[in-house]
């Protein structure tokens, strides 16, 4: 008997707590009150502006509401902050909306665009992160990932990894051997005729100029990202100066049966190898030595 009271006042606070309980956006819209609805929801964006889930459900709302301009401005906003925050698939699915209600619309059109160059970014990081782990693992023992990742932020910036198409870039990073110079470790010497080229992952090389009298002349410096010799690798030309690391230098090498193994899998070897000849880091030089030598 008292098991059965118990329950029944268990029961009855039940009941008296979902009569108590606001009810939610879903079912004020089942219920035909989308004012309501919207009253709600504004009031969770009043105390979490950046809530994305928010702004998407009150453009939902405002679409029920036949307020077509104001629900597209809080789409667009919620697709926004979800492509900023990562969330690139909830991002597109909202513009795809966007584009339903408004066929054409250029926000819309450009954030799709956006988020596909985006996917394209992430794509070729993953390609190179994966390589440059592997290629680690053989050189004074394997990175860390934070490592990996700031040899990606360094090499992103190489105008290399920013032409290439996404699979010459896989093709070129299966091929390239890393390896490691200490502070003022030559790495070629004037006049060598190593058929070598060098993209710099981190640290600093000073390309110099040796005197017979005096201290060497330091003509210039590559930091991360830049790509050097690719004269001496393509076009057989022998070293003009001497390089060497002015940092400890961490730097991806290509050479010849590297650039051999790389060019049969691409479906446009040409336009791979014009990529790397419009470096022009070597003709630059070239420049430099002249005026050095007049002088």
Known sequence: MKNWL??????KRAQDSEESRAPTVDELLSLGKPEEAHQVLEHKLRSKPRDRRTQAKLGDVLLVLRRHSEALEMYESAAQGYASDGFHDKSRAILHKMLKIAPNHEKAVLGLEQLERAKERDRRRRIVMRHLQKSGEGSHGSM??????QLWKALSRSSVLETLDTASLGRLFEHLEMRLYD???EIVRR??????MYILASGQVEVIEKRAAGKPVVLRSYDPGDVFGEGALL??????ASHRAAKKARILCLDGDGLA???PGLSDPRAFLDVLRTQRHDASLAAMI???EED
Do not use: I, M, P, Y
């Not at 006049?191 to 070598?196: H, N, Q, R, S, Y």
């Open 191 to 196: 006049g060598d005729t190593l058929e070598e």
């Open 290 to 292: 002249r005026t050095v």
């Open 261 to 263: 193994a790389v060019l």
């Open 144 to 149: 860390a990932a934070f490592q990996v990742n």
């Open 183 to 185: 502070v003022g470790r």
């Open 6 to 11: 118990r329950g029944k006042k268990k029961s």
């Open 235 to 240: 076009e057989h030309r022998a070293w003009q």
